[in-house]
């Protein structure tokens, strides 16, 4: 899951100085007749891979690359920070480095490009590579609105590369499996389906990176929140699981965007959806008093799913049976993307895939700052230095479990920011 630790200045990332790409200013996509960019021909392993975002969640995209290349997948060509990794960063092994992402592309040949920069930059980068053939594995969020979405998907397109979006949870066998449990009726007619998701954040994690969050910064949009970034994949999923992941599947919106650290954007929030399929209600937030593993509840008529999403773990509870819990493996989105590109294995999670979500971050974007949480709701501990709100994690269960949101359950505190959409 991204955390986008990188930011401009201060040694900790990459940042372009321009959107724009500065070498090869220009340079179309290396093509061939057949429209398979020449840097991927057919079966030839390992691909070259550049990944722009190496420290924060960066180091998780680090470190996978390194296991896809012991497997003979990939070869690490290069890496785009604004402060080089130093050698022990990078395992002992020796790779080209740069802060101009264009240029990295076009010295080390890449194939495939690996972005997890700030959100903000996610659309001008993938546009970069894919101005230069290159294929993509982009972080989640893919982008901070939805017409930079639409930007970056039609773009990636026209261009004629393959885009990854980064839902490392959309890559679970339990999708599939439960999506066939619902399709078979084993829990007769779904009657809606739930998301929760309660982690904790000391107030350092909103002080690692200027964007960090921010709903905007310098004029740009940022919507780095509870249900847009850390928790981002509870929504994702549980759409996923609706069968709703178009933007066009997506009918209705209601959000309740709240906050209770010092911040711009919200960390605890609720969020219904209305779909062509269902209705669906997440709640998270990151003021948990204890923290949990986040998951998404199914509901039927007859019966119930739950799915830990992180640990791929499924329990099924159905009417007139015992409860089964089954655990699952998980497919790699870039081992997934190599494998489409070279054998034409079904890519996981294609931009398109991920519009009903953004049609979320973009109801999120347009909605109201989030309403600020009076300080007799929350406490800091003091050896954490975090805050808690009170009750927060029975609320947060309990919308999954009802479907309803916080105004709805009782908590006073929550009433001035519904806000609907459509």
């Not at 500065?22 to 691909?47: E, I």
């Not at 002080?207 to 847009?228: C, E, F, H, I, Q």
């Not at 991920?354 to 300080?375: H, N, S």
């Amino acid at each position: 899951m991204a955390d986008h630790r990188i930011q401009r200045g201060g040694g900790e990332g990459m940042m372009p100085a321009s959107p724009t790409d500065r070498a090869g200013h220009g340079a179309g996509p290396r093509n061939t007749p057949a429209g398979r960019p020449a840097n991927t021909p057919p079966g030839a392993l390992p691909l070259p891979v550049v990944l722009a975002g190496a420290r924060g969640h960066g180091g998780w995209h680090l470190n996978n690359i390194r296991r896809l290349q012991d497997k003979g997948l990939v070869r690490l060509a290069g890496v785009c920070e604004l402060t080089p990794l130093s050698l022990e960063e990078l395992g002992g092994q020796h790779v080209e480095q740069s802060a101009d992402f264009g240029a990295l592309l076009d010295s080390t040949g890449a194939a495939v490009a690996v972005i997890c920069t700030p959100i903000p930059t996610h659309t001008d980068l993938a546009l970069t590579a894919a101005r230069r053939g290159v294929h993509l594995l982009l972080e989640k969020p893919p982008a901070p609105s939805y017409a930079e979405f639409r930007r970056m998907a039609d773009g990636v397109a026209a261009a004629g590369v393959v885009c990854q979006i980064g839902f490392q949870s959309l890559g679970s066998h339990a999708v599939h499996a439960i999506r066939k449990l619902i399709g078979e009726g084993a829990l007769g007619r779904v009657t809606g389906i739930g998301g929760a998701g309660a982690w904790a954040r000391d107030e350092a994690y909103y002080r690692r990176a200027p964007w960090a969050g921010k709903r905007r910064l310098n004029g740009v949009d940022v919507v780095d929140g509870v249900l847009t970034n850390p928790l981002a994949h509870v929504v994702a999923t549980a759409l996923a699981l609706d069968g709703s992941t178009r933007a066009e599947d997506v009918t209705g919106i209601r959000t309740e965007l709240l906050r209770a650290n010092d911040i711009e954007s919200d960390d605890t929030s609720c969020v219904r959806i209305t779909t062509t399929g269902g209705r669906i209600t997440v709640a998270a937030t990151l003021c948990a008093e204890r923290p949990g593993e986040p998951y998404v509840l199914v509901h039927g008529t007859g019966g119930r799913i739950t799915f830990w999403y992180k640990q791929d773990r499924v329990l099924v509870q159905r009417s007139g049976r015992g409860p089964e819990e089954i655990e699952y493996g998980r497919t790699d989105l870039l081992e997934n993307l190599v494998g489409h590109l070279t054998d034409g294995a079904e890519l996981l999670v294609p931009p398109e895939s991920t519009g009903a979500f953004m049609k979320v971050v973009e109801a999120i974007r347009q909605a109201p700052d989030p309403v600020e949480l009076p300080p007799d709701t929350w406490e800091l501990l003091p050896g954490e230095r975090r805050r808690v709100v009170r009750g927060i994690d029975g609320f947060v269960a309990a919308a999954a479990d009802t479907l309803a949101l916080y105004s709805e359950l009782g908590a006073s505190w929550a009433l001035p920011n519904e806000v609907s959409t459509r």
